[in-house]
């Protein structure tokens, strides 16, 4: 604290030697930019979220490399649209209590729900726990609209020919249907999508 007012600091300006002395506080995920990424941030609008958030940090002063943004005011040598407030982040197990649970409403608003079950089962082996990454989302989502495209154009009509597959199409084709089948089975999606990308960029 400073003169009683709390005072947060970005966290790419603190020192490892100094970690210990700074407290860290849980921040709701969904004030937070390129969660997921090496740099995620809070920016000015993510700021007075977290203060209506927690009332008794209404008043507190944000320090960035920037500048410093209190009380809904910015001063500094950057522009004020491009203040930013680095993160600290670790892996855990999503919980309510920590305030990094995504919620999978807003997965599928943004991405469409098939998007999001694909990449529930890309993550990983289904026994074990995984990392959940938002990049991680839009490159699923990708996946599925080059493989619709194989099949219908901008305007959703059909573009599949006669032509005769060449033998090695056929042999990729053949053994990404063993596979997937066989993954299918093992209960191993991750593997089965991740075959099925392959094929596509084929």
């Not at 300006?13 to 997921?36: C, M, N, Q, W």
């Not at 008794?56 to 203040?83: I, M």
């Not at 993550?123 to 989302?137: A, M, R």
């Amino acid at each position: 604290k400073e003169k009683g007012i709390n005072v947060f600091v970005s966290a790419t300006l603190v020192k490892d030697a100094e970690r210990e002395e700074f407290t860290r506080i849980p921040v709701y995920i969904a004030f937070v930019s390129d969660h997921g990424a090496q740099y995620p941030y809070i920016d000015r609008v993510g700021i007075d979220k977290f203060r209506e958030w927690i009332p008794e940090y209404s008043n507190a002063k944000f320090v960035t490399e920037n500048g410093v943004y209190q009380d809904g005011k910015f001063s500094g040598h950057a522009d004020y649209d491009e203040f930013r407030m680095f993160t600290a982040h670790e892996v855990g197990k999503m919980s309510k209590r920590y305030y990094n649970v995504v919620n999978p409403d807003d997965v599928v608003a943004e991405y469409g729900a098939d998007t999001f079950r694909m990449y529930e089962m890309f993550l990983g082996p289904i026994e074990q726990s995984k990392p959940w990454d938002t990049k991680g989302i839009d490159g699923v989502s990708k996946f599925i609209k080059r493989f619709w495209s194989l099949f219908l154009d901008r305007e959703d009509n059909w573009i599949l020919n006669d032509i005769i597959p060449s033998e090695e199409e056929l042999k990729i084709l053949h053994k990404t249907i063993k596979k997937v089948t066989e993954d299918i089975g093992n209960l191993s999606f991750n593997t089965a999508i991740s075959a099925m990308m392959i094929l596509s960029m084929k």
